[in-house]
């Protein structure tokens, strides 16, 4: 089985750049999608990036996902960061026998 | 649009069994593409995935869970359903039920989540 690493906690002002890491422990991260979802306080969470990259409707293109087989890792990254951006962010993805999420990274816009 | 909706006791007793019921509306169970999920998040923590079905009967669960879960469908009331036995305080969670599109296995929507508490 393996695990997504996500940092615990990031904080950036408004307007800034973040991106959030989210780091395959065994298995190539290339091998199987990705998705990404926030979660507000006291929300169920709802889909910002699928398939890797792929945004749904109604999600703004401030919101970007990207892959780096080089680290193992996936990244969410937002730009024009605004203060209803604040949230948790989940990473997801699967192998053949199981579904993993990760820790999930509290972003906080200061 | 798709609504998704969990109902169930929302205390049981420990070594009892957990069972929740997740209903459709704006859509159908039986549309071959998707299948449907159990989620949940114990409080303050990260979500963990329990399993899904499909409306043909296949059932795939979380390998750390699949000798207590047993995920069902139904298609004539459009619902679904997650039975958990042999509970323990660790399963105290909140229980979200989520559509399924397997492979990308991508879960979307979700319903509102319901929490169950496992207490004496």
């Known amino acids: 089985n393996f695990m997504l690493t996500q940092p615990h906690a990031v904080s950036e002002s408004p307007g800034k750049t973040v991106t959030i890491s989210c780091t395959r422990s065994s298995g190539s991260i290339a091998s199987n999608y990705v998705q990404w979802y926030q979660q507000r306080p006291g929300s169920s969470p709802t889909t910002v990036i699928y398939e890797g990259n792929q945004r749904p409707s109604g999600v703004p293109d401030r919101f970007s996902g990207s892959i780096d087989s080089s680290s193992n890792s996936a990244s969410l990254t937002i730009s024009g960061l605004k203060t209803e951006d604040e949230a948790d962010y989940y990473c997801?993805?699967?192998?053949?026998?199981?579904?993993?999420f990760g820790g999930g990274t509290k972003l906080t816009v200061l | 649009q798709v609504q998704l909706q969990e109902s169930g006791p929302g205390l049981v007793k420990p070594s009892q069994t957990l069972s929740l019921i997740c209903t459709v509306s704006g859509a159908s169970i039986s549309s071959g593409v998707y299948y449907w999920s159990w989620i949940r998040q114990h409080p303050g923590n990260g979500l963990e995935w329990i399993g899904y079905?499909?409306?043909?009967?296949?059932?795939y669960y979380n390998p750390s869970l699949k000798s207590r879960v047993i995920i069902s469908v139904d298609t004539s009331k459009n619902h679904f359903s997650l039975k958990l036995t042999s509970v323990t305080a660790a399963d105290t969670a909140v229980y979200y039920c989520?559509?399924?599109?397997?492979?990308?296995?991508?879960?979307?929507?979700w319903g509102q989540g319901t929490l169950v508490t496992v207490s004496s």
């Open positions: 997801q993805s699967y192998d053949s026998s199981n579904v993993v």
């Open positions: 989520a559509r399924t599109l397997n492979d990308p296995n991508w879960f979307d929507p």
């Open positions: 079905t499909h409306y043909s009967g296949s059932t």
